[in-house]
């Protein structure tokens, strides 16, 4: 029943920012954690970012670590990715994730059973 819708994502220079959304509905009450997660053709899934659900826990990929936040708009069942200091390497279809039976943020993709449709991130050099 969760359903996740992203936007945000776009074309964007190097050294430049964009902030995806990730907007979580129906049965919400399910979902402990949230991630990010982005690929590129022949690649497999990367793992990003991930924070409870309840807030206050984030885990980072280090390549984006220091340049990427995580967060959660209670209010509005809304997780942002805020990317900044974009890098060409950043570029890749970003997916928004959502698990339950754990509040931890796994790094893994198989732990979460709901995803979005994805959104093009391209930083042009």
């Known amino acids: 029943q969760v359903q996740l819708v992203e936007s945000g994502g776009g074309l964007v220079q190097a050294g430049g920012s964009l902030r995806l959304s990730c907007a979580a509905s129906g049965g919400t009450s399910s979902i402990y954690a949230m991630g990010w997660f982005r690929q590129t053709p022949g690649k497999e899934r990367e793992f990003v970012a991930g924070i409870r659900w309840s807030g206050g826990w984030t885990v980072y990929a280090d390549s984006v670590k220091g340049r990427f936040t995580i967060s959660k708009d209670n209010a509005q069942n809304t997780v942002y990715l805020q990317m900044n200091s974009l890098k060409p390497e950043d570029t890749a279809v970003y997916y928004c994730?959502?698990?339950?039976?754990?509040?931890?943020?796994?790094?893994?993709?198989?732990?979460?059973?709901?995803w979005g449709q994805g959104t093009q991130v391209t930083v042009s050099s």
């Open positions: 994730a959502a698990r339950g039976g754990s509040w931890y943020p796994s790094r893994r993709a198989s732990d979460y059973a709901y």
